[in-house]
Structures are given as structure tokens and as C-alpha cells.
DNA sequence: ACCTTTTACTAAAACGTTTTGTCATGTATG
DNA sequence: CATACATGACAAAACGTTTTAGTAAAAGGT
């Protein structure tokens, strides 16, 4: 017959006063046992492990949190759930491999992962004790939400870097110049001689520094450019939109479009082809941010794979290294996934 | 200047003491005031909300959890992760939208949502002191998950209801049997005498149900009945399958296809078409589930949105009014919206 | 033999908040 | 006048764990 804690509000489940009298030590030693701390005999570690696993006993973790000033959460900011499919270039499911591999991430150290909707909402600050720090995505020039965590002093790794604020290099990302550069060069190599870009309107590095990539790529190569900016949240019709007036309009048309967006790149696949180009043979279209609509299209979008899951570990490793003093490298730079399909005559 | 605690490690946030030596009261009565119990002067309490107000004070969660015995956190319980796309049926649109739901609810009550990332890698119940309850979505037959957290003695609500387990009333969602047949009516109604089923492999409530709503439906109208059955994970590549089966065997062809999940719907399509059927005017196509794929095709399908967002609301709701020792009633059944679309030769 | 260091262990404080228990005073009622 | 109740307030305990500070004994070095 088990003989639990006969103080507290926790019924039925064991403490570390337990452990301690069962064993026959004190909490300090079970302490230092379980927690790999202070010193105790090999028979002392035996026995306190025994009965802790006896009593099936688990460190509350309000009490560890509070003694500690650690929680064991991390916050992942969780940006304008309204806005699903629109904030999120690649859509929903770019966020929950990101996510599914940040909580997976997360598990593996012993933490768990907590979503904070919308810091719109609310002061995000409102967790901050809460939660031992915070992922955010794709932080837009000078984002008001990672100025509030810094300047809150709160734990913070971005995905991606904010554009107005080059000395902050908690992050973690790919290098959007030679990813968006090896794009077009596959375009190039498929016979483009003029590209165009369709890029987002989102003033983030992701979007600053492709077209930047895109502009001297295009300077190297003695072509001509062509930018439209069209809103994330536009979808596959800002897409639709865009094809029109590359391709419908007095000026040269494009013989490829590259998209940053998935999204956008379906728009553009299905204009095109109701305009009466086959893609690709009138038109290649390539885009920088795989998703369902570029997997699924007809023909499929060559696309770049940002791999998410690779993103979402990296940021909760960072992040957890920060916590622990660490002084990691920042940025950490992450590889990209080149998905070369039909829309660029790859099988 | 501000004073600030001088004992603690926190360094730069006020405390409930420091709150309490600036009023001129005791830590009671700021406690009091603020959670609005006790008693206090008008003029105590509106100084103390001056102090707080100033300090910008607030409460340590780990604190307050460890005293109070809750955390003001809710656990979502996030099934294999691996699987993203495949174990929901709706892929992740669905869980997206329900999620973000669950998370503004739970932040509209003040709460926090944690994401527990596949029970099967650990023990849901690790999180059991950390979480005040769980939010879990389709419990199979006899769930384990369920089971595991009951026996702990936490509070969960599910969506959906274990099959297995008819005393469990603490779910929230569709009565799958009502909304079920409202669909197989629309499609008699567009004229449809021979539907088929294409079910997941599931054995979850809303499979079987389904299924059932479906077989007293066509013998209530004399029709008779064809069932495959595929797993959910086989996605479009499924429906493809499935649609061979029911449209170029022996046996006589269903006139419309009634597929439980939206991406089984969108592979039943593709491969109709490729086979030669027109939709609707051959075959008439409707889906239990509605997503990202069957909003996007080409006819649009017609499809049951089961209204995630609702879902997502509601079970948060519940677990907030039984962690407050309401009785509230369960099962709380919520209507689903039925798109009529294309794929029935509807606008 | 003596001094220093290490091992093994303990009691108490700390973390920040909420709840419990108590006291003094004033008011209403029988 | 005596009693009961309400108001306003306080000190201390409670929640469960980790860390701090300390001691006795054993081990190692000179």
C-alpha cells in the first residue's frame, strides 16, 4: 500500500517528500539524485532512483519552475489565425511541419511548446513568465513584436532576419540570395532569357533580399527585369492577376516567371494556361516557397523547399542554447531543397 | 525611481510584495484586490490598483499555478506528426483552423495552449502537472490516449466521440448521422439512385457513424449500397484507387460518390475525369469533409465543412466549464455547413 | 600526527502567490 | 446590554521544488 503526501492538494500523486521518506534521506539528496547535482553514494543514488520509480514520482512543475525562474515552455508566436493560407506564404502547411518539428524539437529537451495567438491580440508579454522564450517567423522591418520581447528582455530566436535590425542575429533561415539565385539559374540553364519576378509585399528579409538576389542576378546576366509586387494574402488570384499582366500586356513578355510565393506560382500556372501558353514549353514558372498547390498542380511548380521541419528544429535548438548561456553562432544558415518539376521541363 | 524587490531572482519585474509596500497594505490584501475576494476600503482597493497599475505588476504564473493548484494552461494533443496530412482527414487546414480557435478561446479566458506533440513518442501524462486539461480530437475505439488521461484523473474533452465508450459525454461535435444523410439527400435530390461510400479505415466515431447513417439511408430509399474502405493516409492516391474500383469494374457504377474525407474526394475526381466520367453530369461527387484540396478543384467539390473553428471553440469552452466544476452539459453538438458546389451542379 | 580536501549528507531558505485563520471595530438585532 | 454578523485588515502557512549554507567523517598529502 502506497503511502502518499499527507499534505498538500495534489491527490494521489507522489512528492519529492515522499521520495525522501521512503528512501529514508532528505529532499535535498533526492534532489541532487534526480537531478544528477551534489554528491550521494552509488547505494543512496540506487535506492532514491528505486523508490522514485516505484512511486511513479514527477517533479511538479510549477514548484521547479518557480524555484528555478525557468518553466520549461517555449512560446511559438502564432501570427493573425484569420488571415490562415494568407499571412503564410506557402500556406498552412508550411506552419505545421514548422510547428509539428519546433513541439517535436521541444519534447526532446524536456520542454513543452506553447502557441501564443496573435500578439495583435494581446501583449505578448503577457506570457513572458510563462514561457522561457520565444520562436517568432519571418519578423517583418523593425517587428513590433520582437522589439517588445528584446527590449522585455525575453529569450527570442526569428526565422528569418529582421531587415531593420542587422545586429540582432538570433536566427535562423536560408540564405535567400543563393537560394533564389540557384533558381534562377535553373531557369536560365532551361533556355529563360527573361525572367520575371512576382514578388510579396511583406517588408521582410524573405521578400528584401530575393529581390535584391533577383535584380544583380539579372544585372550579371545582361537581362532585362520585371517586378510586380502583389500581396501574400492576394493567393492564387493575385497569381492569376500577375499572369495577366506579364503576359497580356504591350510590354515584352517574360519567357519565366519566378514567384516567391507557392501560392502565387498557381495563380500564375492557371492564368497562363487559360491565356493558351503551355507551360513548359511557351513559359516556365518556378517558385520560392513549395506548398500543397505546387505539389499538386498540373503540371507541377519547380519549387524550392524551404524545409520547414529543419527550420523549426534549428530555431528551438538556438533558442534552447541561448537559454543555457550559450554563446551559439547566430545566424545559423540552413540549406534549401531544390524541387525541380514539369513547370521547368524537369520530370 | 522605482523600487523593486530586493530579495528574488527576477530581476526587473515588481513582485506582489513590492505592490504591497508601496500601498501600505499587506500582501493579503493586494492578493484580495486583485483576484477580488477579501474585503477591502474603496479607497484601499483603488490605491492598490493605482500601485499595480504603475509597478506593472503582474502575477507569476509559476507562482500563482503552484499555489492555486492550475497552471492556466490547456494541452492540445497533436497526433503523429510524421503523418501531417495523412492521420487528418482534412489535412491541415482543418487542424489549423481548429487549433487557432482553440488558442484565441483559451486566450480570451486568460488561458495558454500548449501543443503536445504525438502521444505515442511519450507519456501524455508527463505534461499532466503542467496543463490543466486536455483538448483531444477523434478518439479511435477505446482511445488510449483518452483512456491513459482518465484513469490519471485529468480533465479532457474530445472532439468526437470514442465509440467505445458511450458514458464518455465530455465531446464536442457533429452529429455525424444527421449531417451525413443531409448530404446523401442533396445528392438524391440532384437525381443520384445509386451512391457509393468511399470510408476511412479509422474506427473512430465519424467513420462509424457515417457509414451507418449511410446504410439506413439507402435502405429508407431503396438504394443499394457500395462500401470501400481506405485508409485515410492514402489521401488523393486512395480516392484515385477507389474511383477505378467503383467506375471501371463489373459491378454496376454508382451514379454519385459520397467520400468521407475531402482528399479521398479530390483523387475520386482526378481519376473520373482521367477515366472519361464528366462531373457532374456522369457522376456526382460529394465529400464529409471540407478542405483546402476540394475548395480548389476543378469542379469545385461539394463538400460538408465541419466548421473547425467552432469545434475548436466549443471544446475549449467545455474543458474551461468543467475545470470550474460546471456541470455543463455534454455532448454539445454543432452544426456543420454544407458547400454546395460544382461537383453537384450547384454554383 | 596533523592539515587540507573531498565525500556524503542535512536543515533551512528561497522562489511568488493564494488561502487560512485571526483580530479589532462598528453596526444591527433581540 | 449582550450577542451575532460584517467590514477591513494582518501574519503566517501552504503549495513543491531547488539551492544555499553548513557539518561530520573519510581520504589524501606532507
Not at 516505484?54 to 512560446?75: D, E, K, S
Not at 514548422?98 to 496573435?118: E, I, N, Q, R
Not at 517558385?287 to 505539389?295: F, I, K, L, V
Request: glycine fraction near 10%.
Amino acid at each position: 500500500m502506497m503511502r502518499m503526501s499527507e499534505q498538500g492538494s495534489t491527490p494521489g500523486r507522489a512528492t519529492i517528500r515522499d521520495v525522501a521518506r521512503e528512501a529514508g534521506v532528505s529532499v535535498t539528496t533526492v534532489s541532487h539524485v534526480l537531478n544528477g547535482k551534489g554528491t550521494a553514494s552509488e547505494a543512496t543514488r540506487r535506492r532514491v532512483l528505486a523508490v522514485a520509480d516505484r512511486l511513479a514520482y514527477r517533479a511538479h512543475p510549477m514548484a521547479r519552475g518557480l524555484r528555478r525562474g525557468r518553466t520549461g515552455v517555449l512560446g511559438l508566436d502564432m501570427r493573425p489565425l484569420d488571415a490562415i493560407g494568407s499571412y503564410l506564404p506557402a500556406g498552412v502547411d508550411y506552419f505545421m511541419r514548422f510547428a509539428g518539428a519546433a513541439a517535436v524539437t521541444a519534447l526532446d529537451h524536456g520542454l513543452g511548446l506553447m502557441l501564443v495567438p496573435d500578439p495583435t491580440r494581446s501583449d505578448i508579454t503577457q506570457f513572458a513568465h510563462g514561457v522561457d522564450g520565444y520562436v517568432i517567423g519571418d519578423p517583418v522591418r523593425d517587428d513590433p513584436v520582437l522589439t517588445r520581447l528584446l527590449d522585455a528582455g525575453v529569450p527570442v530566436v526569428s526565422v528569418g532576419r529582421d531587415p531593420g535590425r542587422p545586429d540582432f542575429t538570433d536566427w535562423v533561415g536560408p540564405d535567400d540570395t543563393y537560394e533564389t539565385q540557384r533558381v534562377l539559374d535553373l531557369l536560365r540553364s532551361r533556355g529563360a532569357e527573361r525572367v520575371a519576378l512576382l514578388a510579396g509585399t511583406d517588408d521582410n528579409a524573405w521578400n528584401v533580399d530575393s529581390e535584391r538576389a533577383y535584380r544583380s542576378w539579372a544585372r550579371r546576366h545582361d537581362m532585362p527585369t520585371r517586378v510586380l509586387h502583389i500581396p501574400e494574402a492576394d493567393g492564387e488570384d493575385g497569381g492569376r492577376d500577375a499572369a495577366r499582366r506579364f503576359l497580356a500586356g504591350k510590354r515584352p513578355r517574360p519567357d519565366a516567371i519566378y514567384c516567391q510565393t507557392g501560392r502565387h506560382a498557381a495563380g500564375v500556372l492557371d492564368e497562363a494556361r487559360r491565356l493558351g501558353f503551355s507551360v513548359p514549353r511557351d513559359l516556365l514558372i518556378a517558385t520560392g516557397s513549395d506548398a500543397q498547390q505546387t505539389r499538386h498542380s498540373v503540371p507541377a511548380i519547380t519549387a524550392l523547399d524551404l524545409v520547414p521541419e529543419d527550420s523549426g528544429k534549428a530555431a528551438v535548438e538556438l533558442l534552447i542554447a541561448r537559454l543555457n548561456g550559450e554563446t551559439a553562432p547566430g545566424p545559423i544558415i540552413l540549406p534549401a531543397k531544390l524541387w525541380m518539376r514539369a513547370s521547368t521541363g524537369d520530370a
